[in-house]
């Protein structure tokens, strides 16, 4: 086992410096770099508190602050040499401070801790993906509400059971993601505000005994407020089990529009035309046009969910407050926020490239004796039938159109006399499609109106 000599940061009581497995398994600087911008801005923040509070001096803190800025720089432009020695973000950075400024660099870590340091720089990092995931997510909002602007009234299967049940509008089904990624909005915004605390000042565990100004940094920062315990402070990860059960959510939705497009787009249904930008070939068989965007979205809940539950198993059962196993929180989390942002990115550029097929979808809904409901309402209303027995009569009709291979609609009126008498030529205005959407205005309903006011709501929702 080879021998190091030991940390420069915190090495003072050592006398050897840790084995090359021991500095793998401990070292984070090859993925915590990310939160490199975040780290900076809190350290600055951290300096502008130290001098304001007179607990470093004005010049301290202005040698500090220029330092912090040169390595931003390096870091933007890829100059920075991050070292796996260093463990982590916080000491490359800190040691770089102390290269470039010399001894006041060792005051920037007075009442702080790594503890607080990296909560901090972690909150604010999955705060400002929740902002760009709300992005995204208004963005695919936006080309749905288009699609059902455009198809607001045209007729297509409702399903249950993947079984034709009964006719609705392209727009109502449309408007049913609306409201699915329009609740992810609200769950990502209301994610965002209760993490929006800042650690910072919680120092290693329980607080400092300096007089800093935990306010100050707070504010600085963009929080709203410090975090009100320390121990909960630096301990706790529920602000990134947040993002990531609403990402987790959001993928699940993301999962089932992608399996209706890809339904939708093969030879047996013909529903939509994705576009080719959205699509592959297949390599041997010539006719083929994949829905490979589609099936990617469609799987991306697999390692999105799966960074959620491997981040809660990780926190389950850590007795308060830090833990190296916090250390393993990051990767999940930037896997799934990048995956989480390609795949809205991704269904919102197929979604608004895709060709709905109104013909197509008309015909499809009026197979599979879609209009049944609508026959069975008919006989309540029209003959005071009693639910039931009008559900009975309409299953007779539905074999009976079975048995002549024929849809509701072709059946006669002599056929249709012969299961209850009491029907007549009435009946027929029931039995098309459009009628039957049209007919359905309670509110929330599949009617084109009903569709239309919701698309409405929504715009003026967005504009807010
Ligand atoms: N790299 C560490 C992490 O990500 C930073 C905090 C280290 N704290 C400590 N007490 N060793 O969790």
């Known amino acids: 086992m080879s021998k190091e000599k030991s940390n420069e940061i915190w090495g003072g009581r050592f006398v050897e410096g840790p ?4 500095r793998s398994i401990n ?60 463990e982590d973000i916080h000491m490359n950075i800190e040691s770089r401070l102390t290269n470039l ?27 400002d993906q929740i902002v760009e995931t709300k992005f995204a997510l208004t963005a695919l909002i936006k080309v749905l509400l288009d699609q059902a602007e455009l198809g607001a009234d045209w007729v297509m299967p409702g ?32 994610a965002r505000r209760r993490m929006n605390e800042s650690p910072l000042g919680a120092a290693a565990l329980a607080g400092t005994s300096f007089a800093i100004d935990r306010n100050m940094t707070a504010k600085a920062l963009g929080f709203d407020r410090p975090c009100a315990n320390s121990l909960d402070a630096v301990s706790d990860r529920d602000f990134a089990l947040e993002f990531l059960s ?31 930008r959205f699509s592959t070939g297949s390599s041997i068989m010539p006719q083929k046009k994949n829905p490979d965007a589609a099936e990617l979205i469609r799987a991306k809940i697999g390692r999105i969910l799966g960074a959620n539950v491997a981040l809660m198993t990780i926190m389950k059962g850590l007795a308060l407050t830090y833990s190296k196993d916090m250390q393993e929180d990051k990767e999940p989390v930037f896997d799934a926020a990048d995956n ?48 039931r027995e009008a559900h009975h009569v309409t299953g007779l009709l539905v074999a009976m159109a079975e048995k002549k291979n024929c849809d509701l ?31 359905r205005k309670s509110y929330g309903g599949t009617a084109p109106d009903q569709v239309r006011n919701q698309i409405k709501r929504w715009k003026r929702k967005l504009l807010d």
Do not use: C
């Not at 490239?353 to 499809?364: H, I, R, V």
């Not at 006399?417 to 499609?433: P, W």
């Open 159 to 190: 399903f249950t059971h993947l079984q034709s049940a009964q006719p609705v509008t392209w727009g109502h089904h449309m408007m049913a993601y609306v409201e699915m990624f329009g609740r992810d909005l609200d769950r990502a915004e209301d």
């Open 27 to 86: 070292s984070s600087i090859s993925f915590d770099q990310r939160l490199a911008e975040k780290d900076i801005a809190g350290s600055h923040a951290h300096a502008e508190m130290l001098a304001a509070t007179g607990i470093i001096s004005a010049a301290d803190a202005a040698a500090i602050k220029n330092g912090l800025s040169s390595v931003m720089e390096e870091i933007k432009r890829g100059e920075f040499s991050f070292s796996e020695e260093l």
């Open 409 to 439: 609609q072709d059946l006669s009126l002599t056929d249709l006399q012969k299961v209850f008498k009491g029907i007549d030529e009435s009946i027929y205005s029931v039995l098309s499609v459009e009628n039957s959407v049209a007919s």
């Open 19 to 22: 084995d090359t497995i021991m």
């Open 246 to 276: 609403f990402a987790s959510i959001t993928a699940m939705h993301l999962s089932r529009l992608s399996e209706e497009l890809v339904i939708w787009s093969t030879a047996q249904f013909r529903f939509i035309q994705l576009s080719d």
């Open 340 to 387: 989480l942002s390609l795949a809205l990115t991704a269904m919102a550029g197929m979604v608004d490239d895709m060709t709905a097929l109104p013909d197509n979808l008309k015909k499809a809904a009026g197979s599979g004796f879609a209009t049944a409901t609508d026959l069975a309402d008919w006989l309540v209303r029209e003959k005071d039938m009693a639910f």
């Open 101 to 127: 400024i010399g001894s006041p660099a060792g005051r920037l870590h007075t009442a702080r801790s790594r503890n607080d340091q990296v909560a901090t720089d972690f909150r604010l990092w999955v705060r």
